[in-house]
């Protein structure tokens, strides 16, 4: 059986001083029987046997004791090793990443739930709760890495990533992605987009998207929220690679798989995503 911990609940008030004038405990009463003595015969602790040898000290130069690892700087270093097209598609530098992400937990970016970020920011910031955070965690020219924090049944729209691969991976919560890739862009954000597919991802489970595999996708979280890290390169920019939404036209145009979708002239309605401090392992410079 492990070892049991008790602990105090969070914000849990300490015992309240005696008041002023309170009576001093009562001693105990006359004829009150002491702590009963160890038993005769009880065996007093061994003493360490005569010649034993003491612990061997540390050979001069050995390294000190390894500290914990920082997965979060792992993870930043895998992906600064990996750029200029080389998450373009899938292989070996992709699953090399996603390698990297899998040791990263909720504890190690500071994001266990939507409910503890919002309490988060509510108590630092005085922000009121969002149904969608990104949480930045790496923010470079050529790749970033972040966190979504999805509350119970929050959807991120149908969107694009213009260019670009997408690793995630649920690091708490479930999501469903409903994924679409582009066959064809027409004038003023209209596309004929393909269904690729609709998947439920529990938290452990990665996905995919590159700039001609399941580009688009909406999300839904599952019903108790959802984490989300994902590795994004090359990231969005506001002018080359605006990330733009989406939603369907004519259901009469969709033919077989495919489906008429026309993007919306900005970010799509009744959706709202706060960016949320990182509070997480320091992830390092590369
Ligand atoms: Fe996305």
């Not at 015969?41 to 390294?63: C, I, L, T, V």
């Not at 910031?125 to 050529?142: C, F, G, I, N, T």
């Not at 409903?178 to 064809?184: F, I, L, Q």
């Amino acid at each position: 059986m492990g070892q049991l911990f008790s602990s105090t609940a969070e914000g849990a008030k300490p015992p309240a001083p005696a008041p002023e004038g309170a009576e001093p405990p009562a001693p105990a009463p006359e004829g009150a029987e002491p702590p009963a003595p160890a038993p005769e015969g009880a065996e007093p602790p061994a003493p360490a046997p005569e010649g034993a040898e003491p612990p061997a000290p540390a050979p001069e130069g050995a390294e000190p004791p390894e500290a914990p690892a920082n997965v979060v700087a792992a993870l930043h270093a895998a992906v600064a090793a990996r750029t200029n097209g080389a998450l373009a598609r899938a292989g070996p530098d992709v699953d090399a990443v996603l390698a990297a992400m899998a040791a990263v937990d909720g504890a190690a970016i500071g994001v266990t739930t939507a409910a503890a970020l919002d309490a988060a920011m509510a108590e630092a910031y005085d922000l009121p709760p969002s149904p969608v955070w990104y949480v930045p965690v790496v923010e470079r020219a050529d790749v970033t890495v972040g966190a979504f924090v999805l509350a119970p049944g929050a959807t991120i729209p149908l969107h694009d990533h213009p260019g670009m691969t997408v690793l995630s991976r649920v690091v708490a919560g479930r999501v469903t992605v409903a994924s679409y890739d582009v066959v064809e862009k027409g004038p003023g954000g209209a596309i004929s987009a393909r269904r690729a597919g609709v998947k439920t991802l529990a938290a452990g489970e990665t996905s995919a998207l590159f700039a001609d595999v399941a580009n688009l996708h909406e999300i839904v979280a599952g019903p108790d929220g959802a984490v989300v890290l994902d590795v994004i390169s090359p990231p969005y920019t506001d002018e080359t690679r605006k990330c733009r939404y989406y939603h369907a036209v004519d259901a009469a145009a969709d033919a077989g798989d495919c489906v008429a979708l026309a993007a919306y002239d900005d970010d799509a309605p009744e959706f709202t995503c706060h960016t949320a401090e990182y509070r997480g392992l320091d992830p390092g410079h590369f």
